[in-house]
């Protein structure tokens, strides 16, 4: 006679089963992962805050919310002074960063013109850190580099002065030889230092990185750079922050337009 069998008859004819552990059913939708890195930022509801003030006075830092980031890749578009470089220069500073750019070990302010904004901002993390990272400002990389050429830090620019460099030169050693991966990276206008070639290089260089599990928040103009696949675009503007596909932005309808019928719209240019 079976074990189970002698159990039932020595129970009256109910047979025991043993407890089994109760689980949670657990959805794909929820499962952990690591990216984004960066997951969203908002400004902290305890905050005493005056918006007639710069730069709570600009319409996208009013109205921020919460603005969440896409795990890959995530574009701020948007006219000069909308705010996008505002913003971008308060994550970096509320993660640690110089406002000059650079590495979280590296630590120069010579301008002394960041705005508070980093006081205020509440980030989101995922539970795991990133290894790697980086905040470019096109407008200060040169004291990033001389910096650089002073402590003699060259290996992971290539081994190479930055300065012995042409500025496009010396960005692209940053994501070929500087990004290392697994990384999270804030670029601010980069491709200000780039040829439109060098612009598809660097997209190539950044999809790689994407692919090493890398996280880029990327303030641009460049229509080239803002048509990576699936990036989550935020459009900055006067009525504040929405999100748009990449035909929408203003930077590929008007260059779209130019090229397409640029004898037109010069003879209407420079006729007015």
Avoid: W
């Amino acid at each position: 006679m079976c074990l189970c069998l002698c159990m039932c008859l020595c129970l009256g004819g109910e047979a025991m089963v043993p407890p089994q552990p109760v689980m949670a059913p657990v959805s794909m939708g929820h499962m952990l992962s690591a990216k984004p890195y960066l997951q969203s930022v908002c400004i902290r509801p305890d905050a005493a805050i005056d918006y007639d003030t710069y730069p709570y006075n600009i319409p996208a830092i009013r109205e921020l919310g919460r603005l969440e980031f896409h795990p890959d890749v995530t574009f701020f578009v948007g006219e000069n002074g909308s705010g996008k470089s505002t913003l971008l220069e308060g994550i970096a500073l509320a993660l640690g960063y110089s406002p000059e750019g650079g590495t979280r070990n590296f630590q120069l302010a010579t301008a002394g013109s960041e705005s508070p904004l980093h006081e205020v901002l509440r980030l989101a993390r995922s539970y795991r850190a990133p290894k790697d990272g980086y905040f470019l400002r096109a407008e200060s990389f040169f004291n990033v580099a001389t910096y650089m050429d002073e402590v003699g830090y060259l290996d992971a620019y290539g081994g190479k002065s930055l300065h012995a460099r042409s500025h496009g030169e010396a960005f692209m050693a940053l994501l070929t030889h500087k990004f290392q991966g697994k990384g999270l990276y804030l670029l601010d206008e980069p491709e200000s230092a780039l040829s439109p070639n060098r612009q598809l290089a660097a997209l190539s260089a950044i999809h790689q990185l994407v692919e090493d599990k890398s996280q880029f928040i990327i303030a641009t103009h460049s229509p080239i750079l803002l048509s990576y696949p699936h990036a989550k675009i935020i459009q900055f503007d006067g009525s504040g922050l929405s999100e748009v596909a990449f035909e929408e932005t203003e930077h590929y309808i008007v260059t779209h337009d130019f090229l397409n019928h640029y004898p037109e719209r010069l003879k209407r240019l420079l006729e007015e």
